[in-house]
């Protein structure tokens, strides 16, 4: 039955270290991005987008923002995608 499956969509959430964060903009207003969520699309590539809270506090609009091109934050998904593969793995179904 396996083989008949049809999984639409894995995705995982993962924490920014403190030392990744970084800043964007939008609509006038600054975001400190603190969450990645992982998306592992159909062809096996992964996809990737960054949301935040408002630097001056207060909650904000669920936005996403792009993720720069750093080695260090390419880093920082791949090894959570390899270790949410790990989990997935692990699962003792349902609780």
Avoid: C, Q
């Amino acid at each position: 039955m396996s083989g008949d499956l049809e999984v639409s969509a894995l995705a995982i959430n993962v924490t920014i270290p403190e030392a990744l964060r970084w800043t964007d903009t939008r609509r006038g207003e600054v975001f400190v991005l603190t969450t990645l969520n992982v998306r592992l699309l159909p062809d096996g590539h992964l996809a990737v987008k960054a949301y935040g809270r408002p630097a001056a506090g207060g909650r904000g609009a669920y936005v996403s923002f792009p993720v720069p091109d750093r080695p260090e934050l390419a880093a920082l998904v791949s090894d959570a995608a390899g270790r949410a593969g790990v989990l997935w793995a692990a699962h003792r179904g349902l609780g």
